[in-house]
């Protein structure tokens, strides 16, 4: 059984700094990527930022500049560091794992529970 727990969700005013964390626990072969998505009351969830396992990123135009995802293989984490932080940023942000273990023989999407992220004055 595979597990993604975010943490470092808050509440900030604009121009703050955010630091999400995501780990991923259980028994896997690799992680194939890694993304985070987002998804404010009334809309649709987003892609904010995804990572491979070359380490090419990819970025909602929205967040390009201000937010840096990442990943640390061997401890099984992933992270989005958010700088610059809008009103418009507010969400609730899940971290996403595409994992590859051995008993299915192909990789499989995993979601987090989500973390909640306010930017306000």
């Known amino acids: 059984q595979v597990q993604l727990v975010e943490s470092g969700g808050d509440s900030v005013q604009p121009g703050g700094s955010l630091r999400l964390s995501c780990a991923a626990a259980?028994?896997?072969?690799?992680?194939?990527?890694m993304a985070w998505y987002r998804q404010a009351p009334g809309k649709q969830r987003e892609l904010v930022a995804r990572?491979?396992?070359?380490?090419?990123?990819n970025y909602a135009d929205s967040v390009k500049g201000r937010f840096t995802v990442s990943r640390d293989n061997a401890k099984k984490m992933g992270y989005l560091q958010m700088n610059s932080l809008k009103p418009e940023d507010t969400a609730v942000y899940y971290c996403?794992?595409?994992?590859?273990?051995?008993?299915?023989?192909?990789?499989?999407?995993?979601w987090g529970q989500g973390t909640q992220v306010t930017v306000s004055s």
């Open positions: 259980g028994t896997f072969a690799s992680i194939v990527a």
């Open positions: 990572i491979d396992g070359g380490g090419n990123t």
């Open positions: 996403y794992a595409l994992i590859f273990q051995l008993s299915f023989g192909r990789p499989s999407d995993y």
